[in-house]
């Protein structure tokens, strides 16, 4: 079976097409023929070591972490899929990769792919929807009238947490280049903001959230926006004590990034605010309910550019660029 590995951590790090065995299937899991994979900023990430510390892989480990495809074979104990299933599908932080010719997934992890969506458009989803989902209804929940400010709009996460938070009904801000500025607007986007021409900490105040998507110094700047008792979510860090306890981490480990974000721990504090930072968690049951919005057509997918397997190198490096306006998707039909 032909699969994109990586074989080793380290900013020279080179993954690389490997023929692997052909992947069996546990009592709880069903074998997928994967048509499509979704990329993410981490694929990228993953192999330098970014992330080694909180994601464990067995090497050579199969990269990318969305899929789109169908049932082949299923599990003895598996009661809601069949062979011949059209699914779609996360697998981050599970240790196993989308990108190869067959994937075994978690029954938990899988849902029906949207009715309306090819297997294209709904690889596009599972990640960007995920973890949009369980910021703003599980970590965050937004509430009608609420203001969200969601950084780098025309992104993969930020084109569809624009069109969630509105669904939800929040008044939305993002930021995004000059060329994309109508583009975030027609997603749901009420304050678009230049990026390189202003600052959003100087434009904006009085919001209930920040979903930090950026990294450098733009989480501490968005402290500065949010009103008393307003929330910081970041994807990227800086982990805290309470994300190690969440995944069960060591004492250690706990310690460690308590130090990491004591900082930002320290200036929400003195502001009245909140800070925490979250992983997606794979869940069969919420994209299901994504699937209905997209199929009445109040959430759409977002796609820049469909890459063959074999240019799956070329797919990566073209996301690495930050130039993708939505999401980077590779086919494998």
């Known amino acids: 079976m032909k699969a994109f590995v990586f074989k080793r951590y380290g900013r020279s790090a080179r993954p690389e097409f490997a023929e692997l065995p052909h992947p069996t299937v546990g009592p709880d899991e069903i074998l997928v023929k994967v048509h499509a994979v979704g990329l993410n900023p981490i694929d990228n990430m993953i192999p330098q070591g970014t992330f080694k510390p909180l994601l464990k892989f067995e090497l050579p480990a199969v990269l990318g972490s969305d899929l789109a495809g169908v049932v082949v074979e299923v599990g003895s104990r598996v009661t809601r899929f ?31 792919k949207p009715a309306s969506l090819d297997f294209v458009q709904a690889a596009s989803i599972p990640m960007v929807a995920l973890t949009a989902w369980q910021a703003f209804t599980e970590q965050a929940p937004l509430a009608p009238g609420q203001r969200v400010f969601i950084p780098a709009g025309s992104g993969g996460i930020g084109s569809f947490a624009i069109q969630l938070a509105r669904r939800l009904g929040a008044l939305v801000a993002t930021s995004t280049s000059t060329a994309n500025a109508e583009w975030v607007g027609q997603l749901g986007a009420e304050v678009v903001i230049d990026y390189k021409r202003q600052a959003f900490d100087a434009l904006l105040q009085g919001y209930d959230l920040v979903l930090g998507t950026l990294r450098g110094d733009a989480i501490e700047r968005s402290l500065s926006i949010l009103q008393p008792g307003g929330r910081v979510l970041s994807l990227v860090g800086p982990p805290d004590a309470a994300f190690a306890r969440a995944r069960n981490m ?67 490096a073209y996301l690495a660029t930050g130039r993708a306006k939505g999401k980077v998707v590779v086919s494998l039909a």
């Open 82 to 112: 069949r062979p011949g299933d059209a699914v779609y599908a996360n697998l981050f932080d599970l240790g196993r990769g989308a990108l190869a010719q067959c994937v075994v997934v978690p029954e938990h992890a899988a849902a029906l």
């Open 250 to 316: 060591n004492i250690i480990m706990t310690a460690l990034f308590g130090l990491m974000s004591w900082k930002i721990h320290r200036l929400a504090r003195q502001r009245g605010l909140t800070y925490g930072m979250m992983f997606v968690r794979p869940d069969g049951a919420q994209p299901t309910r994504i699937a209905a919005l997209l199929d009445e057509g109040k959430l759409r997918p977002v796609i820049d550019k469909v890459f063959p397997f074999e240019q799956v190198g070329e797919a990566l």
